[in-house]
């Protein structure tokens, strides 16, 4: 069974449904005891990040994830991957999980142009820095689907795949050990989001 993560936030049902056609056994849960039962867990996000933040702790599984990180893989989905860092600054300063190392600041400050719009939203090519399992049915530089504002910062060392915004190397994807996270939305990204995510699956 995947555990995914239900906080109220997040494009639950659309990720389900992705998981469904992959022939994937979802479950949308906040039961602690679910997660501890789930093959994998996968911690999705919609909005801003003390917001999330707020209702992840509200729910009293940040402890669960944190205890589960270590058995089993774990993969964030935008917000969801922002809140694997330390800290993010969207509209103040807050901690996050503390999974993988590193920071989520906004996107705009650090354009080379003033043409593009923030948030970055639509299609961008992936581009593997760092080979890892979760690119099993992934080719370099398919494109996948991205709507953010903020993005993770000061994470080289955890960085797997990147897309160029502006300028702006944008870690798409990311990894510390059982955990990875996913800048994009996989379950909006057409095939090449589905192969991603059945390869966590398998993982």
Not at 4 to 13: A, K, T
Not at 40 to 53: N, Q, S
Not at 185 to 195: F, I
Request: aromatic fraction near 10%.
């Amino acid at each position: 069974m995947i555990a995914i993560v239900d906080y109220g936030v997040g494009n639950l049902f659309s990720l389900s449904s992705s998981l469904q056609a992959l022939g994937f056994a979802p479950e949308i849960t906040r039961d602690p005891a679910r997660l501890r039962a789930a093959e994998r867990i996968i911690l999705p996000g919609v909005g801003a990040f003390g917001d999330a933040k707020a209702k992840l702790d509200a729910t009293g599984l940040g402890p669960v994830l944190r205890e589960e990180r270590e058995k089993k893989p774990l993969l964030g989905i935008c917000l969801g991957m922002q809140l694997l860092f330390d800290k993010g600054f969207e509209y103040g300063e807050y901690a996050g999980l503390g999974f993988i190392p590193g920071e989520v600041g906004s996107l705009k400050p650090d354009l080379n142009t003033s043409t593009l719009k923030v948030p970055h939203m639509g299609w961008n090519s992936l581009h593997i820095v760092k080979d890892d399992p979760l690119f099993r049915y992934f080719r370099d530089g398919e494109y996948v689907y991205y709507v953010h504002s903020y993005y993770a910062k000061n994470c080289a060392d955890s960085t797997l795949a990147v897309s160029d915004y502006g300028g702006v190397a944008v870690p798409g994807a990311v990894r510390r050990e059982n955990v990875w996270g996913t800048q994009f939305h996989p379950e909006k990204s057409g095939d090449a989001g589905l192969r991603l995510l059945k390869a966590f699956c398998e993982l």
